[in-house]
């Protein structure tokens, strides 16, 4: 198999087979994500599996009524983790400075690296993914339900499991805008968002049978226009990351 | 080639033989790396090319003196960028409301995603990587060197090149702490740090031929002990990132 094609053939998948993994692949699945690099070796990323049919329930109702939270063969939560670190802190005799904008950043950024190495290993073994970024439409109830202590963030969900659907790939901005060459120079960018919306129309159009007459700066208006979770600093102050 | 094989060898180059990369691999790499998926389509992320020899010479000091990055074939800055999104907001006929917490989380996210891509893409081709965090040592600077807008922020560095050396698989925490069944039960985690830091004992012991006799909490308790670059606060809300 080449990497580059399996990496651009990604798609989310949100309808699953009830074809079970087993445990031993799930866990050749995680090393493999926690293979990837970590910043000075930190290890900021815990992920917390999820079998249990209530919480997962639980979860799917409160990331918006995304029922293949329920029904993908194994859930996960990833979670962004100082916690751990400053154990060690405490075990080698030293103290944990909380509320780091830095350590919060490496921690975020580890867990990310993990959790994609984790999906391309998932999607090498031919199943499929979706990440839940609406968890964090109610952080604190995931706090609850998953009894994550201070300094842990659940940051995305992951559902993985035998796709039992074959969407289209979702077109991606040009690397004439996301890829730059010395400096960000964006000279050309209104030219390449404008080609990359009528594709997008043409996505759309074609995914919804003509339904759905829509750009992606229409999206970004409609995602960015607004203080969207505006309850997430005060969480992560709650949490102890109080970006100082 | 097993993936996951792939994945599990992973180790961090930080000596390059002079080989070029050409053009088109470049577009593969980053291609890929861009396909990875994407929090609500943002594609928060912008990677920026360093060729210019005097500015990577500028990066490599500042970032604590890593002549990789002069060295590499490839040398690239990955960015967290809601300016285009921003830009895209206002072709909409929208406005873009800035320093939102959760929005500079999905944009973070969202490059580490896509950079992890790009490295197994080019890990893939046999091409060795290294993340160059230390590029966080003076944001400013970099911001000034790369020229960067508002709502952009240069997460990571990434050297790419063709590897001239052969390191050893630095040790990860066992599954054991990492991955959790549940909750974040943390009863058996000591035990399992304690384990692990016998471990990177030996990695320590061997890497250096005993002189370095260290672990890994001991390294936590240096790194999080103190407030690791205590600019990025003012930093983030000098670029429009207010947390808020």
């Given at each position: 198999m080449d990497v580059i094609d399996l990496l651009m053939r990604h798609r989310s998948i949100r309808k699953f087979t009830d074809e079970p993994i087993d445990d031993a692949t799930i866990d050749r699945i995680i090393g493999a994500g926690f293979a990837a690099a970590t910043s000075s070796n930190l290890q900021g990323a815990t992920v917390i599996r999820v079998r249990d049919a209530e919480t997962r329930a639980a979860i799917a109702e409160l990331a918006g009524g995304q029922t293949y939270v329920e029904t993908a063969a194994a859930f996960f939560v990833w979670c962004a983790d100082l916690y751990r670190s400053a154990m060690a802190c405490d075990m080698a005799g030293g103290t944990f400075e909380p509320g780091v904008t830095e350590h919060f950043l490496i921690a975020t950024v580890d867990c990310a690296l993990a959790a994609q190495n984790a999906v391309v290993a998932a999607e090498s073994l031919g199943l499929g993914i979706c990440y839940i970024g609406?968890?964090?439409?109610d952080p604190a109830t995931m706090t609850e339900l998953l009894d994550l202590p201070e300094q842990?963030?659940?940051l995305f969900g992951l559902c993985i499991g035998h796709p039992d659907q074959d969407p289209a790939l979702k077109p991606r901005l040009p690397l004439s805008v996301t890829l730059k060459d010395e400096t960000y120079d964006d000279s050309s960018d209104r030219e390449g968002i404008a080609e990359y919306d009528e594709q997008m129309r043409g996505y759309y159009l074609e995914r919804t049978g003509g339904k759905l007459d829509r750009v992606w700066s229409a999206d970004m208006s409609a995602l960015l226009g607004k203080e969207s979770r505006p309850h997430m600093r005060s969480y992560l102050d709650g949490q102890g990351f109080s970006f100082r």
């Amino acid at each position: 198999m080449d990497v580059i094609d399996l990496l651009m053939r990604h798609r989310s998948i949100r309808k699953f087979t009830d074809e079970p993994i087993d445990d031993a692949t799930i866990d050749r699945i995680i090393g493999a994500g926690f293979a990837a690099a970590t910043s000075s070796n930190l290890q900021g990323a815990t992920v917390i599996r999820v079998r249990d049919a209530e919480t997962r329930a639980a979860i799917a109702e409160l990331a918006g009524g995304q029922t293949y939270v329920e029904t993908a063969a194994a859930f996960f939560v990833w979670c962004a983790d100082l916690y751990r670190s400053a154990m060690a802190c405490d075990m080698a005799g030293g103290t944990f400075e909380p509320g780091v904008t830095e350590h919060f950043l490496i921690a975020t950024v580890d867990c990310a690296l993990a959790a994609q190495n984790a999906v391309v290993a998932a999607e090498s073994l031919g199943l499929g993914i979706c990440y839940i970024g609406g968890i964090r439409n109610d952080p604190a109830t995931m706090t609850e339900l998953l009894d994550l202590p201070e300094q842990v963030v659940p940051l995305f969900g992951l559902c993985i499991g035998h796709p039992d659907q074959d969407p289209a790939l979702k077109p991606r901005l040009p690397l004439s805008v996301t890829l730059k060459d010395e400096t960000y120079d964006d000279s050309s960018d209104r030219e390449g968002i404008a080609e990359y919306d009528e594709q997008m129309r043409g996505y759309y159009l074609e995914r919804t049978g003509g339904k759905l007459d829509r750009v992606w700066s229409a999206d970004m208006s409609a995602l960015l226009g607004k203080e969207s979770r505006p309850h997430m600093r005060s969480y992560l102050d709650g949490q102890g990351f109080s970006f100082r």
